[in-house]
């Protein structure tokens, strides 16, 4: 299997506030893992790209001092949300991708929805 | 024009009829192909990749790709209602290696 975690499931907080979402790939080594977000009735939006041991890669338009991004090991990325507004609530979801098979396959975790109050 | 574009309907059809979803992309030199099933409130599940031009079929789903004409479609035979969700097509490769490229999504409605 290639079964990818995230935690929290869902999250609620005040503006202001930081909040930190981790993503696991339980069962494989993931050289590469993926943020998006996801806005109602839209299609998933690429926030970055992370490697194992280096830094993100942001696409255009993403602030990265806002949306802090660590890959520490083959199994284990986070996103945290620095100093949330009500704009940034929407779902946000992490994939991995399978070392060893290219990284364009990509396993999906559950998501994690972020309302800021 | 979008890179890869879906017609994002809703295609609606009846419970054992076939459903056809279809896909274009930009990008010539893009090289893997994915189709995702998103349910509501939920996140992406892998249904089909396909790498090569042709058919690839895995159960109810076939996978067709034609590379020169920049297409890709998915087809659903013996609709369920459970098959309901809306469906991604999905492009990597090419000038965007390692990344995956997004349609805006077909959604689907199988009524009984």
């Known amino acids: 299997g290639a079964v990818v975690s995230q935690h929290p499931s869902r999250v609620i907080c005040k503006s202001g506030t930081s909040v930190k979402i981790e993503c696991r790939s339980l069962d494989f080594q993931a050289t590469t893992m993926f943020w998006y977000r996801q806005f109602p009735k839209q299609s998933l939006m690429l926030m970055a790209t992370?490697?194992?041991?280096?830094?993100?890669?942001?696409e255009q338009g993403v602030e990265k001092d806002k949306f802090l991004i660590n890959h520490a090991s083959l199994t284990l990325s986070t996103l945290t949300v620095t100093s949330a507004h009500p704009e940034d609530s929407s779902f946000y979801i992490c994939?991995?991708?399978?070392?060893?098979?290219?990284?364009?396959?990509?396993?999906f975790g559950p998501g994690t929805r972020l309302t800021v109050l | 024009q979008k890179e890869v574009e879906q017609n994002s309907g809703p295609l609606s059809v009846p419970e054992g009829a076939i459903a056809s979803l279809n896909c274009t992309y930009s990008d010539r030199v893009s090289q893997s192909f994915f189709w995702y099933r998103q349910y509501s409130g939920k996140s992406p599940e892998l249904i089909m990749s396909i790498y090569s031009n042709g058919d690839k079929e895995d159960g109810r789903f076939t996978a067709q790709l034609n590379k020169a004409s920049q297409y890709v479609s998915l087809l659903i035979r013996d609709s369920q209602p459970s098959d309901s969700a809306t469906y991604l097509c999905a492009v990597a490769g090419g000038t965007s290696y390692g990344k995956l490229t997004f349609g805006q999504g077909t959604i689907l409605t199988v009524h009984p």
């Open positions: 994939s991995a991708g399978r070392t060893g098979r290219g990284t364009d396959t990509q396993y």
């Open positions: 992370s490697n194992e041991g280096s830094k993100a890669t942001y």
